[in-house]
Nanobody
Framework: QLQVVESGGGLVQPGGSLRLSCTASGFSLDNFPIGWFRQAPGKEREGVSCISKTGVNTMYVDFVKGRFTISRDNARNTVYLQMDSLKPEDTAIYYC??????????????????WGQGTQVTVSS
């Protein structure tokens, strides 16, 4: 079973930054595109960003473009989500997931298989 674990969440003031990490155990992340999703209370889980297997191609949804940066270090078997200029509306549980269907990035959770437990991000003054 493909298992991933997220870390790096926390409480940050508006305008602040956090870096989330997604690590894997028992398999290599570099065999898959990896996505970051988030779910705010009372809302559907939504795609945030995705990175290709090699890291050459990335995808961002409009509401994080210019603020979030996804990257991967395959030697460390880790995918990162650098979040800058955070806003209160970014408050959510953030999940990473392995894209098990297809080789190209997507923001549709239907194509993603293994999910982590999530890490809470709270943006508040």
């Amino acid at each position: 079973q493909l298992q991933v674990v997220e870390s790096g969440g926390g409480l940050v003031q508006p305008g602040g930054s956090l870096r989330l990490s997604c690590t894997a155990s028992g398999f290599s992340l570099d065999n898959f595109p990896i996505g970051w999703f988030r779910q705010a209370p009372g809302k559907e889980r939504e795609g945030v960003s995705c990175i290709s297997k090699t890291g050459v191609n990335t995808m961002y949804v409009d509401f994080v473009k210019g603020r979030f940066t996804i990257s991967r270090d395959n030697a460390r078997n880790t995918v990162y989500l650098q979040m800058d200029s955070l806003k209160p509306e970014d408050t959510a549980i953030y999940y990473c997931a392995v894209k098990t269907l297809g080789s190209y990035c997507s923001d549709d959770r239907v194509f993603f298989g293994s999910w982590g437990q999530g890490t809470q991000v709270t943006v508040s003054s």
